[in-house]
């Protein structure tokens, strides 16, 4: 299973001095995994789990010092901690926040040494703690399988590299145009989850297999709302989150949050799933200019679900209707395609980045416009409208293109590669292009 972010973590293990790693993403996006792939490139791997190994909480009880508590740990797991040959894991971190306090002084008192700490609802300790180690501390962004490792997990590589190639004047031979739009209506259904991508490649003639995973995983996500007692409760949390999923894509409204829950209350728990990695807010912007940040309306936005599969999966979708299915249309009910391009745009900016998307709408009296997404290219504004099938008309990207000269456009749609006059059209399994400059 090849994850993109193993290149940056490659590069932190060179990199002399090196700040202590924070992983940081949902639950079950695969931090534990590749910190242990990164340790089989290493003479020792130690890795410790607070949650499922507590006596090793206590080394972490009388003090904060890096060489004390590398020999209780090295002695506790028998393994040698060296620095430079030892790359030492602290996972589900949050479970001891001392712990977190402590990553500091590594950066400090054993700079050679090789640390990493991750944890699913490590954002919770951390806005917990009074002060971190800034300037100490590094951080990489997870999230799950983009639609390019999907690809890469069923050996489709030459795909990627295909697909990288081809722009508006060189548009991609249909057949291979046609192979990458159905492996598209996979990834939509079954979504990037590591453990669900894992399943499909060893199950891929048994939907059910597939089914029972992504079950099993909104299980123990609803499961932990249990972890988040103190701040916001349970009932809460699920009635806010089943009603995002059920606005995902578009305006999420406070009002429609359940009847459990006011506005006040609902605001808190969106907070709350947004920092559990669950939830990404797409935020309105004026688009006048960059950065997108200084015409935002921080009220206004759409919710976007962290993954397509788990989202179709709460929607009641059964997969084996649908897996076998030639009309790729019937997938895009609740603006899924749209949902799909926002998370794709996430996954492909750099791992050491915590992106924001933006999208533009104005409301006018018998005029209505609205602009998927807003993409800076390279210094440049560049108005995204998604398109679910291969037709449809585009008003309001050129509404947004007409009030600013000079502006391209980009459609994403399940169209080859081509152009409209001004805009420049993409095939929905190629928003990779956009971050290879391959527009």
Request: charged share 25%; hydrophobic share 40%.
């Given at each position: 299973?090849?994850?993109?972010?193993?290149?940056?973590?490659?590069?932190?293990?060179?990199?002399?001095?090196?700040?202590?790693?924070?992983?940081?993403?949902?639950?079950?996006?695969?931090?534990?995994?590749?910190?242990?792939?990164?340790?089989?490139?290493?003479?020792?791997?130690?890795?410790?789990?607070?949650?499922?190994?507590?006596?090793?909480?206590?080394?972490?009880?009388?003090?904060?010092?890096?060489?004390?508590?590398?020999?209780?740990?090295?002695?506790?797991?028998?393994?040698?901690?060296?620095?430079?040959?030892?790359?030492?894991?602290?996972?589900?971190?949050?479970?001891?926040?001392?712990?977190?306090?402590?990553?500091?002084?590594?950066?400090?008192?054993?700079?050679?040494?090789?640390?990493?700490?991750?944890?699913?609802?490590?954002?919770?300790?951390?806005?917990?703690?009074?002060?971190?180690?800034?300037?100490?501390?590094?951080?990489?962004?997870?999230?799950?399988?983009?639609?390019?490792?999907?690809?890469?997990?069923?050996?489709?590589?030459?795909?990627?590299?295909?697909?990288?190639?081809?722009?508006?004047?060189?548009?991609?031979?249909?057949?291979?145009?046609?192979?990458?739009?159905?492996?598209?209506?996979?990834?939509?259904?079954?979504?990037?989850?590591?453990?669900?991508?894992?399943?499909?490649?060893?199950?891929?003639?048994?939907?059910?297999?597939?089914?029972?995973?992504?079950?099993?995983?909104?299980?123990?996500?609803?499961?932990?709302?249990?972890?988040?007692?103190?701040?916001?409760?349970?009932?809460?949390?699920?009635?806010v989150l089943d009603s995002a999923i059920q606005q995902a894509g578009g305006k999420y409204i406070y009002a429609k949050a359940g009847e459990l829950t006011n506005?006040?209350?609902?605001?808190?728990?969106?907070?709350?799933?947004?920092?559990?990695?669950?939830?990404?807010?797409?935020?309105?912007?004026?688009?006048?200019?960059?950065?997108?940040?200084?015409?935002?309306?921080?009220?206004?936005?759409?919710?976007?679900?962290?993954?397509?599969?788990?989202?179709?999966?709460?929607?009641?979708?059964?997969?084996?209707?649908?897996?076998?299915?030639?009309?790729?249309?019937?997938?895009?009910?609740?603006?899924?395609?749209?949902?799909?391009?926002?998370?794709?745009?996430?996954?492909?900016?750099?791992?050491?980045?915590?992106?924001?998307?933006?999208?533009?709408?104005?409301?006018?009296?018998?005029?209505?416009?609205?602009?998927?997404?807003?993409?800076?290219?390279?210094?440049?504004?560049?108005?995204?409208?998604?398109?679910?099938?291969?037709?449809?008309?585009?008003?309001?990207?050129?509404?947004?293109?007409?009030?600013?000269?000079?502006?391209?456009?980009?459609?994403?749609?399940?169209?080859?590669?081509?152009?409209?006059?001004?805009?420049?059209?993409?095939?929905?399994?190629?928003?990779?292009?956009?971050?290879?400059?391959?527009?």
């Open positions: 299973m090849q994850r993109a972010i193993f290149q940056s973590l490659i590069e932190w293990k060179k990199s002399t001095p090196h700040k202590v790693l924070l992983l940081r993403g949902a639950r079950q996006v695969g931090k534990t995994f590749v910190a242990r792939e990164l340790g089989k490139t290493f003479t020792h791997f130690v890795e410790v789990n607070f949650e499922r190994d507590l006596d090793t909480q206590l080394f972490f009880d009388q003090n904060f010092d890096p060489e004390r508590i590398c020999s209780s740990l090295s002695a506790y797991y028998r393994i040698p901690i060296v620095e430079k040959q030892t790359l030492l894991f602290f996972d589900e971190i949050q479970a001891c926040p001392k712990a977190i306090q402590a990553l500091r002084f590594f950066y400090e008192s054993k700079p050679n040494l090789h640390v990493i700490a991750a944890g699913s609802l490590l954002e919770f300790a951390l806005a917990d703690l009074s002060s971190f180690g800034v300037g100490r501390i590094h951080s990489l962004f997870m999230y799950p399988m983009s639609f390019d490792e999907f690809l890469y997990a069923h050996d489709e590589g030459q795909l990627v590299d295909l697909k990288k190639q081809a722009n508006s004047e060189n548009p991609l031979n249909l057949a291979f145009h046609n192979k990458l739009t159905e492996y598209l209506k996979k990834f939509l259904l079954t979504g990037g989850m590591p453990e669900v991508v894992k399943t499909y490649l060893k199950n891929s003639s048994n939907p059910d297999a597939v089914q029972n995973v992504l079950a099993d995983i909104m299980v123990s996500l609803y499961d932990d709302f249990v972890k988040y007692k103190k701040r916001s409760p349970v009932l809460r949390l699920q009635e506005i006040a209350q609902a605001k808190e728990a969106i907070d709350l799933l947004g920092m559990a990695g669950l939830i990404h807010k797409v935020y309105h912007t004026s688009g006048e200019g960059l950065p997108f940040g200084a015409g935002t309306n921080h009220k206004v936005f759409k919710a976007l679900f962290l993954d397509t599969g788990l989202l179709q999966q709460s929607a009641g979708l059964k997969l084996a209707d649908f897996l076998v299915a030639q009309n790729t249309e019937m997938l895009n009910k609740g603006r899924i395609a749209e949902i799909f391009a926002g998370l794709e745009m996430i996954k492909y900016e750099a791992a050491g980045n915590r992106p924001q998307l933006y999208y533009w709408h104005r409301e006018k009296r018998g005029s209505n416009a609205e602009v998927d997404y807003l993409f800076n290219d390279k210094g440049t504004i560049r108005p995204v409208e998604i398109k679910s099938g291969s037709s449809g008309k585009m008003q309001s990207l050129y509404q947004f293109l007409n009030e600013r000269d000079g502006t391209k456009g980009i459609r994403i749609s399940m169209e080859n590669f081509g152009t409209y006059d001004k805009i420049d059209v993409i095939p929905l399994y190629a928003i990779s292009n956009l971050f290879e400059g391959r527009v």
